[in-house]
């Protein structure tokens, strides 16, 4: 993304450089947004039960579920937190970012006829969708990794082959692959650096491992993200996601 220096900022800033998007839309804020940070205990922790010698997940019953066994909740979990993954752009705001360079006539939505865009953080955890969904293929069978427009069929019922693949299908392992690393790029990028006490476990075998997990953590505030995300909507809309 072409980024600039700009007093509207997109979405909270964090003091950072950025595209420039909103500058006349009264829905959604047209001047700076502070900073917001919170520290906070992460959930799900990876901890060792001595008595037992199990390792196990400590986790907040109250929250979300994103990983673990397959099934609605945590499909609906993850359409929650993807639900603002591709915006629409409005033409004003193109021709502010230049450098975006889109290509106006075949870079229109089919569904919405817009242009639409991603903030990179939905782009990692749309990569650590795909990701888990790879881990589950047996429950998820084939998905199309965002492929915009593909049926969830093909015209002859699910179980026909296709005559020919996508250029998508053929690339499924180069876009998990792709995912992870650009995953691994984004942590280097704005590196945690919250500290963790390695403890020392023996296992029934007498050997020994660390397992740690960080206290605190001092982060952004997500929130202000998707409240920013949702003042998007209905105008200029987003495009549903497609896996």
């Known amino acids: 993304m072409a980024l600039r220096r700009t007093s509207v900022l997109f979405p909270p800033s964090f003091d950072q450089w950025t595209i420039v998007l909103n500058k006349s839309l009264q ?13 906070i205990k992460f959930d799900d922790l990876l901890l060792y039960n001595e008595t ?9 019953p109250n929250l979300p579920l994103y990983f673990g066994k397959p099934g609605p909740a945590i499909d609906a979990a993850w359409a929650e937190l993807l639900q603002y993954e591709y915006p629409a752009i409005t033409l004003e705001e193109i021709a502010l970012n230049p450098s ?3 290509d106006m006539n075949k870079d229109q939505h089919p569904a919405t006829g817009k242009h639409h ?15 888990r969904m790879e881990l589950d293929k047996d429950y998820y069978g084939h998905h199309d990794h965002g492929h915009v427009g593909r049926r969830a069929e093909h015209d002859h019922g699910p179980d026909a082959l296709p005559q020919h693949q996508s250029a998508w299908e053929a690339a499924s392992r180069d876009h998990i692959d792709h995912c992870m ?6 942590l280097q990028c704005r590196p945690d ?3 963790a006490a390695m403890h020392v476990f023996a296992d029934f075998d007498g050997s020994k491992y660390f397992l740690g ?11 202000s993200i998707m409240t920013w995300a949702a003042a998007r909507n209905p105008e200029p809309g987003y495009t549903t996601p497609v896996h």
């Open 213 to 223: 997990n960080a206290e605190r953590h001092t982060c952004y505030d997500w929130e």
């Open 117 to 131: 865009f991603a903030l990179d953080v939905f782009h990692n955890l749309h990569c650590l969708n795909a990701v």
């Open 181 to 186: 690393n650009h995953i691994r790029q984004s």
């Open 193 to 195: 650096l919250s500290p």
């Open 27 to 39: 829905t959604v804020a047209t001047s700076p947004l502070s900073p917001k940070h919170a520290t």
């Open 52 to 60: 037992s010698r199990a390792v196990y997940r400590q986790m907040d």
């Open 100 to 102: 975006l360079s889109y």
